[in-house]
């Protein structure tokens, strides 16, 4: 019996020092089956010279105009004949078995998706310990298969934006519409809530089979008042698309519950972020946080004050 294809989509974008250590992470799998999806989108450095010398192990597509990461891996997905999908950023890398285990687990508890943890690394030097692991086993465990309705509470309890993080069923992404929003940062925010409402049997693999390169230039761009303004402005917009959802008549009182979670989660954020009072005008007029709802949140962040210390 032949293995299953699986997809991996690779999104690229000025990562000339990093994409080739991504790129043989995947050619180095122990699973025999992949499909590897390069999409550079627009690079201005070496980096679509450097994924030429794949072009017999990979396809290869290069975007002429930059269009963000959420249309890139829309892209890829459109492209994808796998049966299932994985995501890898090109700074980062994958563990050479990670393939094999992840597609393993999902035939053998026919589960749409299958996570696994993600260990991060500082590009340079010594990993700051703020940035921490994505490490699941606290709360999902290995011999147990997730199906509905514990697979939402579980999300919830280990909750994490990243679609890296998980392998997917295709069927899961088409039969649902599940797209990533274009043209805004934070993309993985909308299209993972999407994937968990949708999921009905979720496995989980405690190895860390990810690892994540955190970048010192992109710590300093994230810190200016531009791409502040920017992230806001892309939260506000996700937080739009959540609560349409959650108005609608597509979802159960179950998936509902989560959608508000998530919508609470954003908008708190939103509150706190550094970025002109102006900006955050746009909050008074949000009809799915009530003044219960703000109240709560409020009380929320003074106990988490509280409980911090005054020096922390």
């Not at 017999?56 to 975007?63: E, F, M, Q, R």
């Not at 459109?78 to 094999?100: K, Q």
């Amino acid at each position: 019996m032949k293995e299953p294809l699986v997809s991996i989509i690779v999104p690229t974008y000025n990562v000339e020092r990093y994409v080739e250590e991504s790129v043989e992470s995947i050619l180095n799998q122990t699973y025999p089956n992949v499909e590897v999806i390069l999409i550079d989108d627009g690079s201005t450095d070496a980096t679509p010279y450097l994924l030429k010398q794949f072009k017999d192990k990979a396809s290869i597509t290069l975007n002429s105009v930059n269009q963000g990461q959420g249309a890139v891996r829309n892209q890829g997905m459109n492209i994808a004949a796998g049966e299932y999908i994985l995501f890898l950023d090109s700074d980062d890398w994958i563990e050479p078995e990670a393939v094999s285990g992840l597609v393993h687990k999902a035939i053998e508890t026919q589960a749409e998706i299958v996570r696994f943890n993600g260990q991060s690394f500082f590009d340079g030097g010594e990993t700051p310990k703020q940035l921490g692991d994505y490490d699941f086993s606290e709360v999902l465990e290995e011999n147990i298969m997730y199906t509905s309705p514990n697979v939402l509470p579980k999300i919830q309890k280990s909750y994490s934006a990243s679609p890296c993080l998980y392998l997917v069923k295709n069927s899961l992404l088409t039969e649902n519409g599940i797209e990533f929003p274009e043209g805004i940062l934070h993309e993985d925010e909308y299209f993972s809530t999407l994937v968990f409402l949708h999921t009905k049997k979720m496995a989980y693999i405690n190895r860390f089979y990810y690892h994540r390169r955190y970048r010192a230039a992109s710590t300093m761009t994230a810190s200016t008042a531009h791409h502040k303004q920017r992230s806001f402005e892309s939260y506000l917009k996700i937080f739009k698309l959540m609560e349409e959802d959650y108005t609608s008549s597509r979802y159960n009182e179950q998936q509902k519950d989560f959608l508000k979670r998530q919508l609470l989660s954003i908008y708190n954020g939103l509150v706190q972020s550094p970025v002109e009072p102006a900006l955050k005008k746009q909050l008074k007029n949000i009809e799915s946080i009530t003044a219960k709802d703000r109240l709560r949140i409020k009380i929320s962040r003074l106990r988490t004050k509280y409980l911090k210390g005054p020096n922390k």
